[in-house]
C-alpha cells in the first residue's frame, strides 16, 4: 500500500479521503503541519501558498484542502474566511446573519492541491450547490453541514451517511479529480 500525506487538522476530511483513496490502495496519513492560511481573495491562492510552505517541510508525497461556504445574500461571505468565521461566530452567527435575507442560496467549494516531489504541483477544484436551511439539522458531518443543503435534496450534509454526501459534495467532486490523477500515476 502507497502512503500519502494529507496536510490537514480536521480528522472528518481525513475520514472521507481516506474511504476515497484506499480503493486505490494508498493509506491517508494525517500530518498536521499547520500551514499559515493567508488572507486572500481566493482559495486557490490559500492552496498555492499552503503548497509552497508544506513543500519546505516535507519531501513526500502530499495534498491539502481548503474549502470555503459562498453564500449569495452575503456577498460570499464567509468564503475564504469560513474556518474563522465557523469558529468565532459558528453556525448560529452564519443562520443570525440570514434571518432577514430570502435568498439563501450558496456554494460550497473545495480546492485540493496536491504534490509530489520532482513534479509540478496541481490544483482541483470540486463545488456543491446547495441552499442554506433555516437551523442546524443533524448530527453528522462536521463544519457547516448541519446547516448546508445540496442542491435537489431536503436534507443538510449533516443528516445523511458520509457515502451519500460524497456523491455530491464539494469535496467528493475534488477527491474524484485527484483520484482520476493517481489513477494515471499508477497506470504504467
Not at 460570499?76 to 442560496?105: A, H, M, N
Not at 460524497?166 to 469535496?171: E, L
Request: proline share 5%.
Amino acid at each position: 500500500m502507497k502512503t500519502i500525506a494529507f496536510i490537514t487538522s480536521n480528522k472528518g476530511k481525513v475520514a472521507e479521503a481516506s474511504a476515497r483513496l484506499a480503493p486505490l490502495g494508498y493509506m491517508v496519513v494525517q500530518k498536521n503541519l499547520g500551514y499559515p492560511e493567508i488572507q486572500a481573495d481566493s482559495l486557490q491562492e490559500v492552496a498555492w501558498f499552503g503548497i509552497d510552505y508544506v513543500r519546505t517541510r516535507l519531501r513526500t508525497t502530499f495534498f491539502l484542502e481548503d474549502s470555503g461556504l459562498f453564500i449569495a445574500s452575503l456577498a460570499g461571505f464567509p468564503g475564504v474566511y469560513s474556518k474563522y468565521v465557523y469558529q468565532t461566530i459558528g453556525l448560529q452567527g452564519v443562520l443570525r446573519l440570514l434571518e432577514t435575507k430570502p435568498d439563501r442560496s450558496a456554494v460550497f467549494r473545495s480546492v485540493i492541491a496536491y504534490a509530489q516531489p520532482g513534479q509540478d504541483p496541481e490544483v482541483f477544484v470540486g463545488e456543491c450547490v446547495g441552499t442554506i436551511a433555516k437551523d442546524a439539522r443533524g448530527t453528522g458531518g462536521f463544519g457547516y453541514d448541519p446547516i448546508f443543503i445540496p442542491q435537489g435534496w431536503t436534507k443538510t450534509f449533516a443528516e445523511v451517511s458520509p457515502q451519500e454526501k460524497n456523491t455530491v459534495s464539494h469535496r467528493g467532486k475534488a477527491l474524484d479529480l485527484l483520484v482520476h490523477k493517481l489513477t494515471e500515476v499508477l497506470s504504467p
